[in-house]
């Protein structure tokens, strides 16, 4: 096994990081490999916010739910869909808005940028624990994005997707196990017999009991179905469709 | 430099592979680096179908354009959002389906499926690259998902988002240069001034320029601002938004 899978498999969340910050020249190596993956007909359609600033950061976790490990790490990125650059590029190529609004404002192209910021955030991740640093997504700066975009200042058509908090780990927390491999692969089609797959997924669900019994001492046994059930029987963010419609992609 | 920080500015799309089709292991070791990646709320809201039988390959290259690689390679992955897992599971919970429609449904399920997947698929890129392989992104799958979901046989709830051809690289292509460092990467907040983003963009026009001229012995002098004024003036995939209400996602 190389060291690239092994760092890949290595993959843990930190959510404690020593008082360290990052050099220019990390946070320069961690974006450049970002902006190296693939993007889908070379529109790179996202932009990454790096913040430093104490001040900023505490709003930052405040809007997403107090998380002390969004202020307290060795750099915060911010990254956001980004299709304001695509207007700024069409405008200067003497196009109107109006022969570029259908583009923008796609279901599809909001994919684009989704899928874009994404492939890019995993490059960084990469990069980063390659250097034997330390990161955790925090997908709950989506908890009050109208915040986020005043802090920082985001402009129509870009959208703050998700943050990632980078540096020296401080407490290395245990690996969680994933789906079964036969539950995420499949051969050829999708499986389609509903038994076959609930069968994968009571395995899965008595690993997980395992997992969170080991951990906890036996105080949580949790399944990961009722982990499942618990979170899809509460919707959380449904000012979502309004937020992206009132920052001009209404997914048309 | 670091191994794995090498092979990620080392990226470039593979278009044409040697007759060598991937091991068992080499599938493996590319799925289980996807899984490692980071899940929003352990959701793992991905299935990853891996195709080698050729007359399923054929109709998948038809159905996105004809591309000879999607049928020539050393295996042929599809990343799709998956959220039909979660139904199971919440019905193994004893949930009944009025329970979960509004998060199932809704706009920020379905960021959360495409973020998860792209994630995903990143790792199994640098999996792949790291040995020795090459790969090519198929976000043409988008064209006619009907045709794709159909030859997947994929559930409701269930959305081919992209394409991985993965093999042994048989012509190593040049690389495209991305975007300025400062174009990409804002510190504290998005920089606000158009201006200053038009004169980095008419930069980076000069150095893309540059490449096609070089690369095309000067028949070629694209600028990147006009690439993406034509790419945005022409609306594409345009039926996603019914697609994917059809398919059980109406993104509310």
Known sequence: MNETIKTILNHRSIRSFEDKKLTDEQIETIVKSAQAAATSSFVQAYTIIGVTDRDKKE????????????????????????????????EMEGLDKKD????????????????????AAENAVNAAES??????????????????????KTPDRVIPLFGLCVGYPAKITGQKQRLPFENIYHKE????????????LKQYNNDIIDYYKERTGGRRADRWTEQMAQKVS????MYMKDFLKNKGLPLN
Chains 1, 2 share one sequence.
């Open 234 to 237: 509460h919707p959380t963010r």
């Open 59 to 90: 709003k930052l976790a405040e809007a997403a739910g107090h998380q002390r490990y969004v202020v307290e790490n060795g750099h915060f990125f911010v990254f956001c869909l980004d299709l304001h650059r695509h207007e700024l590029a069409a």
């Open 100 to 119: 570029i609004i259908e583009s923008i404002e796609s279901t599809e192209m909001f994919m684009v940028g989704c899928i874009d910021a994404a492939l």
């Open 189 to 200: 089609e999708y499986i389609q017999d509903d038994e076959v797959l609930k069968d994968q």
């Open 131 to 152: 250097m034997g640093l330390g990161i955790c997504f925090i997908g709950a700066l989506r908890n009050n994005l109208n915040e986020v975009t005043k802090i920082l």
